[in-house]
């Protein structure tokens, strides 16, 4: 009996948190790598930072934000995207751009639950401010290629394409809108009423009927200014240059309002149908303005951290423990004195290292070793202590070995020397 996690939010305990944690070490590690700079910002925002970005029709605003009232009567919003937060953040701090940042944080959506969709889930996002170049939106996409496949993911699908910007897409807006009109009749509840809110949306609905409509609808690429194909063909060439498989889809829109031009797409074809996508972004050149801060333009991704976890599960690999350090076993005091040392000497050269906080039997000792998913036990009793010698078993096979006590650490440190 007692309290469950919040409907859709989830604790993570071993192994699944040192899963998540291994993703966060191999964002930090690889932004780093490519570049970007580390970025928080606050877990909630003024409304309107999200209102006026995403989209009053879009499904975040509409439906999914965690919004409150403060005591002070101020509206606030959970942070359910990171772009119009960062985008804030930097362009407001005066930073010199072009600005390339990146976060790993917690956002909030109140969706319906289910395998793959949580109401507090984890991304990955990337930001590039301050420039309009195709190169910006083929180091993101690279990277968030490269992410995947670092964190084990072997079947990823990348998908692009480009949506136009306000140039051109009005006048696409109200080809598409004059051709939903006359298939109005074929449309999926939702979009019958709301098709002309945001005709664009319409176009990766999920539903089969929508789906119909979209394929045989006019096509945003017939429609393209000089503009957005130059820079398109630019983005295209780039992906071909760093040998990345990319698939063009025509229906390719993304769901918040705010992306012009380039937008993308990582899709897991072992994730449920709905809930494919394990990240996606795109440009977003008017977002800053939408803030009322100077024009910036942008680009980025936000990858879903949950879902790279449950597509790692469903491909039936990365999920390997790295079982590590060694758990010091001692039968006697003299030994457990000794075997207190010896833990802090391990760990003074960087080995994970930890014993009982009793005194309990050998088999007690072993079984905790094993619990506690340690690699390699050291075993101290009276004749290892009078030799200066300590027996290490190695815990994945039992292969065990009596080396001296002052070796114990480098062999921890290079295990197959
Ligand atoms: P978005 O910010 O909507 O473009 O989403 C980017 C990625 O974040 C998605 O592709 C998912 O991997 C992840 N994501 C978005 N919403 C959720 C959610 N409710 N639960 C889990 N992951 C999500």
Redesign the pocket.
Known sequence: MGFAPPRGTADLLPPASEAMRRLYEEAHALAVLYGYRYVETPAFEATEVFAHTSGESSDVVRKEMYTFEDKSHRSLTLRP?GTAPVVRAVVTSGASLPFKGYYVEAMW?Y?RPQK????E?R?LGVEVLGTELPGADVETIVLGAEYLRRAGLRDVRLEVNSIGDASCRPAYRETLLAYLERNRGRLHDEHKERYADNPLRVLDCRDDACRDVAREAPRIRDHLCNGCREHFDGVLRGLDEAGLAWERVDTLV???DYYVRTAYEYVSPVLPEGQA????GGRYDGLAELLGLPATPGVGF???L??ILLAMKEEGGGAAEAVCGVFVVTMGAEARRSGGELVRELRAAGVPAQMAFDERSLKGQLRTADRAGAGFVAILGEREVADGTVTLRRLADGVEETVPRGDVASRMTRPDA
């Open positions: 995207e959506r969706g793959g969709r949580l109401r889930f991304q993304r769901g918040l996508s394990l990240g996606g936000a990858l879903g949950d879902r």
